[in-house]
């Protein structure tokens, strides 16, 4: 499909200049752009590659000077990413999972759809599960008894949705994804060494070998309005209560949210972000990749933890924090530059050292 020029402005609220009524069909980077395709070159350094390609047209920041880059319109950006939203959404062409029921969809005679809902092929759903209007349920699903999920629901390619698990409006879950699946929760039947270890903080004690006896998952999951789980993540069914994912939360791929978790609104997860069991946390944190989270603490508001943090005791609101054990930020970057200064202190002491033996040798 193609838009003018303006009616791409328009739709992103921005300003457009020149020739307005140019028609582009899809969008593209500076140096790749052909003639019908939108050129994103909303920073200097990037539309310095224009003149690479054959762009007509161009995003650009909010005071470019874009008839001295050679373009003949322009849509100005005063937020460029936010921009980006727009115009990737404007421009997708979904994932063509096709229109109706597949034959080849198995969808029990008790389960309630809503009206214009998509069921690709090999998928199941099941008794009691409901599905609100206009959602999209891709290939190879399943979806569990008396599962619930909201109105314009996009669920991916082999996406599993446990039993009685409760999901809001404007659900995506991304390839692989599994809500409400047991949770990983364990027991012996005498003390074990983990238990020991955790009671002494670090001697496991005289524990003997035991089996491990499962703890069931009654609790499902319960997951509000518009919140993106990403490709093979997990949120793991509670124990008794439902493990909770707020309105507005973003999961990336390769996550996992344990059993009895609560997560709050508009959090930010990157890649194989790991938050154990009975962990509670607060609203608008974001998780660089690969921070992990102790089980049964708290994390407050607005928290942000760089890349490959490991949070191991409760973190106050509004605190940004790195390392392992993660701290403060400015602690951590404090301690890591006096590490690396240690070879050279190492060095000085025993440059002292020699001066003060040749000393004593000499008195």
Excluded at 84 to 91: D, E, K, N
Excluded at 185 to 214: C, I, M, Y
Aim: aromatic share 4%; hydrophobic share 45%; net charge negative.
């Amino acid at each position: 499909m193609t838009y003018s020029v303006q009616q791409i402005a328009d739709a992103l609220g921005c300003e457009a200049r020149g020739d307005v009524s140019l028609a582009m069909d899809s969008v593209a980077e500076p140096a790749d752009a052909a003639a019908t395709q939108l050129a994103l070159a909303m920073k200097p350094e990037f539309a310095e590659r224009l003149g690479q390609g054959a762009a007509r047209a161009a995003m650009v920041w909010q005071d470019a000077d874009w008839q001295d880059l050679g373009l003949e319109a322009a849509i100005l950006v005063p937020r460029p990413r936010m921009a980006m939203a727009g115009i990737t959404r404007m421009m997708d062409a979904g994932p063509g999972y096709g229109t109706g029921i597949h034959p080849q969809a198995i969808v029990d005679p008790g389960a309630d759809l809503g009206a214009d809902v998509h069921v690709g092929p090999f998928t199941i759903i099941a008794a009691g599960a409901r599905i609100g209007a206009g959602s999209v349920i891709g290939p190879q699903c399943y979806i569990g008894p008396d599962a619930v999920i909201g109105a314009g629901a996009t669920l991916h390619a082999g996406v599993r949705i446990g039993p009685r698990v409760r999901i809001g409006d404007r659900f995506a879950a991304h390839a692989g994804a599994a809500i409400g699946q047991d949770g990983f929760s364990f027991v012996t039947p005498e003390e074990n060494a983990v238990e020991q270890a955790r009671a002494t903080l670090g001697h496991a004690g005289d524990s003997k070998a035991q089996a491990w006896v499962r703890i069931h998952s009654l609790g499902a999951v319960v997951i509000g309005d518009d919140v993106e789980i990403g490709c093979n993540s997990c949120v793991d069914a509670g124990t008794i209560r439902p493990t909770r994912i707020g309105n507005g939360t973003k999961i990336d791929n390769l996550c996992h949210v344990a059993h009895n978790c609560i997560v709050g609104n508009d959090c930010l997860f990157a890649a194989m972000v790991g938050i154990a069991g009975s962990t509670t946390i607060g609203n608008n944190v974001v998780f660089g990749g690969q921070v992990g989270v102790t089980d049964n603490t708290t994390v407050g508001d607005g928290v942000v933890a760089g890349g490959a943090s490991v949070i191991l005791s409760k973190v106050p609101a509004g605190r940004v924090i790195l390392g392992y054990p993660a701290t403060k930020m400015e602690t951590h970057l404090d301690g890591y530059k006096a590490l690396r200064r240690l070879p050279r202190l190492f060095a000085q002491v025993a440059e002292l050292q020699k001066a003060v033996f040749k000393s004593g040798e000499k008195d």
